[in-house]
């Protein structure tokens, strides 16, 4: 199983951006797609982005389409988030990770996860 650890996370006005990243280790990037949750308080785990193995397709959950950009570098074992126009309502738990098929969506075939990185967006 490849661990994850995401960093990243802080606490920004709206409007404003933040950077997570998810480094793996113990596997190569290349044999897993990944994906972004998030858990906000009180609530189920959200879907939020995922990359097939070969980043040629990204998906995005509607209430984070255009703001947010998920991206891979193999080379770096390294997954990123990129969140633009952040609001309240992204604040969360925010989870990365990983299933060794190409390409997922669902929670439940991801195998492998991240500690959690908070992201906290004030009004």
């Known amino acids: 199983q490849v661990q994850l650890e995401e960093s990243g996370g802080g606490m920004v006005q709206a409007g404003g951006s933040l950077r997570l990243s998810c480094a793996a280790s113990?596997?190569?990037?290349?044999?897993?797609?990944m994906g972004w949750f998030r858990q906000a308080p009180g609530k189920e785990h959200e879907f939020v982005a995922a990359?097939?193995?070969?980043?040629?397709?990204?998906y995005y959950a509607d209430s984070v389409k255009g703001r947010f950009t998920i991206s891979r570098d193999n080379a770096k074992n390294t997954v990123y988030l990129q969140m633009n126009s952040l609001k309240p309502e992204d604040t969360a738990v925010y989870y990365c990770?990983?299933?060794?098929?190409?390409?997922?969506?669902?929670?439940?075939?991801?195998?492998?996860w991240g500690q959690g990185t908070q992201v906290t967006v004030s009004s």
């Open positions: 113990g596997g190569a990037l290349n044999n897993y797609a």
């Open positions: 990359v097939p193995r070969s980043a040629y397709i990204t």
């Open positions: 990770a990983a299933t060794s098929m190409f390409r997922s969506r669902r929670r439940t075939d991801f195998t492998s």
